[in-house]
Nanobody
Framework: QVQLVESGGGLVQPGGSLRLSCAAS????????MRWYRQAPGKERELVAH????????SYLDSVKGRFTISRDNAKNTVFLQMNSLKPEDTAVYYC????????WGQGTQVTVSS
């Protein structure tokens, strides 16, 4: 069955870094556009970053540009989100999303940025 499993979240101090991973299975990962979304308490889910199926095209939410980097390894069916210079406002549940006709979601991983 289709699975997207996120990992790498946790508690980090402001200015710190985390690397999120999303392992995919049950579908042809290499043809899917991948996205990371996040949802903070009391707020709507927002798109953080996107990467094309071949990894050549990426885009970012303005507030994370220059701090976050999305990448993928199609040989390992995994997409990553490297998050540097984290701020308290980055605190949210981060979700992995796959889209190519069908859309799949992971269960989310909590990122908390606090001193």
């Amino acid at each position: 069955q289709v699975q997207l499993v996120e990992s790498g979240g946790g508690l980090v101090q402001p200015g710190g870094s985390l690397r999120l991973s999303c392992a995919a299975s049950g579908f042809t990962f290499s043809v899917y556009t991948m996205r990371w979304y996040r949802q903070a308490p009391g707020k709507e889910r927002e798109l953080v970053a996107h990467i094309s199926s071949d990894g050549r095209a990426t885009s970012y939410l303005d507030s994370v540009k220059g701090r976050f980097t999305i990448s993928r390894d199609n040989a390992k069916n995994t997409v990553f989100l490297q998050m540097n210079s984290l701020k308290p406002e980055d605190t949210a549940v981060y979700y992995c999303n796959a889209r190519f006709g069908s859309t799949y979601w992971g269960q989310g991983t909590q990122v908390t940025v606090s001193s």
